[in-house]
């Protein structure tokens, strides 16, 4: 027999902050063997510039929907993906970081309130008695009906919405579903990302058997003595039951805490998953537990007993062509990804995510914080007034919301926090959330980082804090607050940086000092990247190609630009440079080698398992030997110059002295030789993560006369005469046959994301990019002092400055010849007048070659880019790339790709009637510099907008940095720290060239 449910009468005012009627109370996310229908798939849609401009009768199941397009469900629907499929409009995403997209103006949305009108039929071969329609995410606000009867409206776009259906099924049905853009709702839902709504995530109809299993909480604890479960069942109606931990065959008496014997220890290094079974006479579920109990002891955050280090990332959900709805083959990439860079944590930024993602971080292991549906971060524009945090208006909703999260998510292991939401301003509706948090679940520490006052919180929480400030509180010496009970409470608590160096563009600079301090200071107990991923969103361009595009590029009258474009992998999940970098910075070993002790010193950064997991290897290179392109001795391999080495397992966070095997030991005493030790994965239960390297450790013994690879081809011999000059300026125009175009001393880089900041820890000072165009240096142009040549030197003078302003610097070019090769040694003075504050983006020596290179090898760091603050992956060795891998390709073009610490490269050119096949410029620098190669100038690079704007120029460009300025953070966080800045100063180098 059906179960009739009241319902409401019509759809849940728009302007209402009150949580929507008719949905059923939330409960866990429970595997069932009951039938479950999945829904996803083509639903017809229609959209609508408004309610009012919507099609009448569309609830029907009469009403006629064959002109409408369709749309794949689960998706955002104004995505450009869906252009084919949809047929006519269908909205536009818009971006904001803070603002509202409409008037701040609670509780009520905009007129101008797009809608997306969802059809879908579907039939049944049996016709449940009960059954529950659940809506696992609608962005936006929807309204559902079920057969032609109005069934409830939806709140809370990342939270389940489930409702009572069994009465209203029939063999064939109707499901129809309203999505409007915005309601009152929306202003708790200002997350910094796109406006993009839809039905975002799975929708299914659950069959609901008599004595059905409604709920199950399953406490599993982990103490000195072992496992403890503690199990509650919620039920329609008494029934018997039975518990059972299948993998042990263990049984548990239900509302009972009993001692689980033989079972071990759930954490993110060691993820012991068991199988919890509940069964009543008609239904059976399943859900997945993990034995770990989490406690703040002496202000050090612990899971079972040991503190543990979060090496995090906040992890948005952002598909480039679906918008919110992120694949599940999409989701498990991120989290290999994530494990591929030594990632152990993820803050679930600013919603709770896809019941998946919270899976798969159970069974890969990954403490988690799970942030709840709710941010108001466009209210500080308008001093918080009338903000729903400090309004009882909204205590509702915002319980509902912390409510939904918790009891969803309540049995996952991976979940060590709850988080109230974020940049939510403070007021009384946060000590309502955490009230009904705790009121559910009191095992989990409670986190929210917009009350520095921390009265509702057990773990204080900033976001780029400066490291000044960081290694202040590590050492218990902030600020105080001023009130002394306050003050005493947040002193106790463990700190954490909820967002820091935000991952935009080239950078972020500043991660190795960071983390310098959390493995100093045991109140800190790490940090979580901003962000993930870049929230790019594709489009098709008119050549075929796709362009990747951000805030603006939709027609939005407010938005902010491509600061969405912010993530260690791109929208497609390319990995960008950055995570390389991060992932040497959170290496889980910290390696050195001491070529004088013969040992390799090992720190282990694991909290709860050793070292065992890990297999130490090492590797020889040499100039002798064949580089290919990952800069590995293949040759070498063959002639034992390569093998692995035993040791015994470093304990948790404890440090060995591992000796060298003799092989190894006379590699690293022997000149000429990059001797490599790594540490890779060989006993990961992950899929993708065996081999894996995590760590590495170098010796150098390579001297400037043994760079040159054996195998290149000899270069020519040049001489004075081989240097032409233009006698005007003093520019080089060839070394001997090879032309040389635009010489010129560059001080200036196409502007990084980070350069257009201010940084949180300067704020009285203007933007990089600003000071930098203030003094001229994007338009040097330069006056030739002096050019005397003799018969064994050539000595150039220059004056370089800009229009407008009397900051310059003086240069000094002395060429001579040395060994078959044209020297360049290069003296910078800077010309300012007394008192200027002056400061460079680089010093370095441009120029460009005809034609396209074919590719560049080199003996320096890499394979990858570094700055003098990032570049942590970037190792030592012989590397080979062609022009293509050589670049960086950001979303937004910007300074980008520089190789660093590099003493040898041969650009190789392409062949010509006046040029061998094998012509090549070299380039040598006994200290080594920074090498930029590029198929377009440093001016058109600043001067695109997108990506796929850059059009390269039939040249090959080349900068050789002498010094440059740091990345920093500062498009949001902290500036270039000091040591890596770059004040107006007196800089000298030298460079060798030679052609073959």
């Known amino acids: 027999m059906s179960v009739v449910v009241p319902r409401p009468a019509g759809p849940h005012p728009l302007d209402d902050p009150r949580p929507a009627p008719g949905a059923l109370a939330p409960v866990c996310t429970l595997d069932t063997d009951a039938r479950v229908l999945r829904l996803d798939g083509q639903w017809r849609f229609r959209w609508a510039p408004s309610a009012g401009a919507a099609e009448a009768g569309i609830e029907r199941p009469d009403f006629d929907d064959s002109a409408w397009g369709t749309i794949a469900v689960p998706s955002s629907y104004t995505m450009p993906a869906h252009d084919a499929t949809v047929g006519g409009p269908h909205g536009a995403p818009a971006y904001t970081n803070v603002k509202y997209p409409f008037p701040v103006d609670p509780p009520f949305p905009p007129d101008a309130n797009p809608v997306g009108d969802h059809r879908l039929r579907f039939a049944l071969e049996q016709v449940p008695a009960r059954a529950h329609l659940r809506f696992e995410g609608v962005e936006g606000a929807g309204d559902v009906w079920l057969n032609g009867i109005f069934v409830g409206s939806t709140r809370g776009s990342r939270l389940p919405t489930v409702f009572e259906v ?354 100093g200071h045991p109140r800190l107990i790490g940090g979580f990247v901003w962000e993930w991923l870049e929230h790019g969103i594709h489009r098709p361009l008119p050549d075929g190609r796709t362009g990747t595009f951000y805030g603006g590029d939709f027609g939005e009258p407010v938005h902010d630009g491509n600061f969405v474009i912010d993530g260690l992998v791109a929208a497609d999940r390319t990995p960008r440079a950055q995570l390389a970098d991060l992932a040497a910075v959170f290496a889980p070993l910290v390696m050195s080698v001491d070529a004088e002790a013969g040992v390799l010193h090992v720190h282990s950064r694991l909290d709860h398992t050793d070292t065992a997991r890990y297999q130490l290897s090492w590797r020889v290179a040499s100039a002798q030997s064949s580089v290919d392109a990952d800069g590995l001795d293949e040759d070498g391999v063959t002639q034992g110059r390569a093998g692995v080495f035993a040791h015994q ?37 992950v899929p993708g993560m065996g081999g894996w390297v995590v760590a590495r450790a170098q010796v150098v013994t390579v001297g400037a006369e043994q760079v040159r690879p054996a195998a290149v081809p000899a270069a020519g011999i040049l001489s004075l005469d081989d240097l032409v000059l233009d006698t005007a300026t003093g520019a080089v125009t060839a070394f001997g046959e090879q032309a040389v175009e635009d010489w010129r001393l560059e001080l200036w880089r196409a502007p990084i994301d980070n350069d257009f900041g201010i940084g949180w820890d300067q704020p009285d000072t203007r933007p990089n990019a600003e000071r930098w165009a203030a003094l001229g240096l994007d338009r040097l142009v330069s006056r030739l002092v002096s050019l005397t040549r003799s018969s064994d030197r050539v000595e150039v003078v220059t004056r370089i400055g800009a229009a407008a302003t009397d900051v310059g610097v003086t240069a000094r070019w002395t060429w001579t010849v040395r060994e078959g090769a044209v020297h360049l040694a290069l003296d910078v003075t800077p010309d300012s007048p007394v008192g200027a504050a002056v400061d460079w983006a680089r010093v370095g020596v441009s120029f460009a070659l005809p034609g396209t290179a074919a590719g560049v090898q080199w003996f320096g760091r890499g394979p990858g880019p570094a700055y003098p603050d990032t570049g942590q992956a970037a190792h030592w060795g012989w590397f080979s790339r062609s022009l293509d891998e050589l670049q960086e390709r950001t979303v937004r073009p910007q300074e980008s790709g520089a190789r660093a610490d590099v003493r040898w490269a041969r650009v190789a050119l392409p062949g010509s009637a006046s040029s061998a096949p094998d012509a090549a410029l070299e380039i040598a620098s006994p200290e080594g510099v920074a090498l930029t190669v590029r198929p377009w100038s440093t001016e058109t690079l600043a001067a695109a907008t997108h990506d796929h704007l850059l059009e390269p120029d039939g040249r090959t460009h080349i900068v050789l940095d002498l010094a440059q300025s740091g990345a920093g953070t500062g498009a949001c966080g902290p500036g270039v720290l000091p040591t890596y800045q770059l004040p107006a100063q007196h800089v000298v180098g030298e460079l060798e060239f030679r052609v073959s």
């Not at 001692?259 to 993820?271: I, M, N």
């Not at 006479?281 to 955050?301: K, N």
């Not at 002295?657 to 690293?668: A, G, T």
């Open 649 to 685: 397992p470093v304990p948790p966070r404890g440090s060995a002295e591992i000796p060298l095997p003799p092989p190894l030991l006379e590699h690293v005493r022997t000149p000429g030789l990059v001797v490599t030790v790594e540490a890779s994965e060989s006993d990961s239960a």
């Open 166 to 519: 069994g009465d209203l099924l029939a063999a064939s049905n109707v499901l129809v579903v309203r999505v409007h853009t915005f309601s009152a709702a929306s202003y708790l839902e200002d997350q910094d990302e796109w406006w993009n709504p839809g039905i975002i995530r799975s929708v299914t109809l659950r069959e609901r058997p008599a004595l059905a299993i409604d709920d199950v909480h399953a406490v599993a604890a982990w103490g000195q003595n072992g496992a403890s479960l503690r199990v509650d069942v919620r039920t329609a109606s008494d029934t018997p039951l039975t518990v059972e931990i299948v993998e042990l065959g263990v049984s548990v008496a239900p509302g009972v805490e009993v001692a689980v014997v033989d079972a071990q220890p759930w954490s993110a290094e060691s993820p012991q998953l068991y199988t919890l079974r509940v069964a009543s006479p008609h239904e059976v579920v399943t859900t997945r537990i993990g034995f770990r109990t989490i406690a703040i002891v002496e202000g050090e955050f612990t899971v079972n007993g040991a503190p543990i280090q979060l090496r995090g990332v906040n992890r948005h959900e952002h598909h480039p062509d679906f918008g919110r709805a992120v694949p599940r083959e999409t989701l498990e990439l991120d989290l290999l990804l994530m494990k591929r860079a030594n990632v152990n944590a993820i803050r679930t930024s600013h919603y709770p995510p896809h019941p998946d993602m919270l899976d798969l971080a159970d069974e890969l292991g990954f403490w988690v914080i799970d942030e709840c549906d709710f941010e108001t971060h466009g209210f500080g524009d308008v001093g918080w007034r009338g903000n729903p945090t400090d309004d009882p208006a909204w205590e509702a909703a915002l319980r509902d919301r912390a409510a939904r999260m918790v009891e969803r998510d309540k049995n996952h292991p991976s979940i060590i926090m709850w988080s109230l939401g974020n940049e939510a301003g403070t007021g009384r509706n946060l000590a309502a959330m955490a009230d009904e948090m705790r009121g559910r679940d009191a095992t989990r520490p409670l986190h929210y980082e917009g009350d520095q006052e921390c009265r509702d919180v057990d773990v204080w929480s900033r976001m780029y804090a400066p490291h000044d400030q960081v290694a202040a509180i590590g050492w218990h010496e902030e600020p105080p607050l001023d009130d002394p009970a306050l003050d005493a409470r947040r002193r106790a608590m463990p700190f954490v940086l909820c967002e820091y160096v935000h991952a935009m563009g080239t950078g972020p600079g500043g991660m190795t000092e960071y983390q310098q301090l959390f493995d």
